[in-house]
């Protein structure tokens, strides 16, 4: 057999999965174009530009002199910082290699061929990854205003309907759903659906935005929550999320789980960093001068741009692969959204304030050249 006919043994929907495009890391750039590392700047994944905690760094530190032994499987400490800081049980708590893996076991969990996950146009790209990686049906549902549009998303639900994504605030549009509209859509929707609620970028919000959606899990036992530690926990290189569900749920997501899919360093340093409040403060506040001298900045150059309630901002920029290509030659590394059926756009994270001047001043390179 030659390797074509390898692959055909392979199902349709293995074959068909688009890959999905990170950014692109420092080192990378540094080889193509022969440039100094150290003269880079990378605003294309939403890291946190403040680094790791100087608490999580400390713990990870002391986990790796244990290294030689297996992870605690339950996570034991981690899952009690989780149940004090958000106010769930223990076993309402699922741990995942990122968020992205919690994500890809609500999908195992729940979804076989035949059935359909709904998302939104413009929506995080796991999304349909995970659904596809089963060979279940998504269903993307046209946004409004770059948003959800979660009227229409109810009217998708079908009798195949099983899942329904939804990322609060989305990634890479920066749109919010206020609270009162996602509670009203809970509600309406048939307790046979399950809904996961992607809130990568809820420390980014401002107090008065925030809703008690952890709470909610007491009224809809058909909700699920996922919350991550790469963002503004600045962990992202460690690989740290966890699911909020009700207990049989969260069981059942636990039992598709590898044993280990934690590991220990990841376990210690989120643990540590969850309740290092001065240091999601810093992130919180640092966030708030980008996205305002980005707004600023922006309307200067006379372009348009998505307001963003996350730690980043799509722009619309016209030739967005060209712009992208000579902001590389420059060494600031944005992300293209085309993939994301943005062509015209470019998403940049919020960096450090020097960061958010060298991007700005080689954006205005950059869209004349
Ligand atoms: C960044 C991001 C995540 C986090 O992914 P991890 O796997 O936890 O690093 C999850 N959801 C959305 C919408 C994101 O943008």
């Known amino acids: 057999m030659n390797m074509e006919d390898i692959c055909d043994l392979a199902p349709g929907y293995i074959r068909g999965i688009a890959p999905y495009q990170p950014g692109k890391p420092i080192p990378e750039l540094a080889r193509e174009l022969g440039l100094d590392p150290d003269g880079i700047i990378k605003l294309a994944s939403n890291e946190n530009p403040l680094g790791v905690s100087p608490l999580a760094m400390r713990a990870a530190r002391q986990a790796l002199a244990d290294a030689a032994r297996y992870p605690d499987g339950n996570g034991f400490e981690l899952k009690q910082a989780l149940a004090r800081h958000y106010g769930v049980e223990m076993p309402q708590i699922v741990l995942g290699n990122g968020s992205n893996d919690v994500l890809e076991l609500a999908a195992r969990s729940f979804l076989t061929p035949g059935l359909e996950a709904i998302y939104s146009q413009h929506a995080f790209a796991v999304y349909p990854l995970a659904t596809q990686a089963i060979g279940a049906t998504g269903v993307e549902v046209p946004a409004r205003d770059f948003g959800h549009d979660l009227g229409a998303m109810l009217r998708a639900v079908s009798t195949r309907t099983r899942l329904i994504f939804i990322a609060n605030p989305n990634n890479p549009t920066g749109t919010m759903i206020p609270g009162a509209e996602l509670h009203a859509f809970l509600r309406e929707l048939p307790a046979r659906v399950i809904v996961v609620l992607d809130e990568a970028y809820n420390e980014y919000l401002p107090a008065e935005l925030k809703v008690d959606s952890v709470g909610w899990l007491r009224e809809f036992p058909n909700l699920i929550i996922t919350r991550t530690f790469s963002k503004i926990y600045g962990l992202a290189g460690l690989r740290v ?46 966030n708030q001068i980008g996205l305002r001298r980005f707004a600023q900045g922006f309307a200067q150059l006379g372009l348009s741009y998505i307001p963003s309630f996350g730690n980043f901002v799509s722009v619309k920029v016209g030739d967005a692969n060209g712009v992208f290509q000579r902001l590389l030659e420059r060494g600031v590394i944005v992300r293209p959204v085309a993939s994301y059926g943005m062509p015209d756009y470019l998403r940049v994270s919020t960096g450090l304030e020097a960061e958010n001047e060298r991007f700005l001043d080689a954006l205005r390179q950059s869209l004349s050249a």
């Open 241 to 286: 999320g966890c699911a909020f569900a009700h207990a049989g749920v969260a069981d059942l997501m636990n039992r598709v789980r590898q044993p280990f899919n934690v590991n220990s360093i990841s376990l210690a340093a989120a643990a540590a960093g969850l309740d290092d409040r001065e240091f999601v403060r810093r992130g919180f506040e640092l």
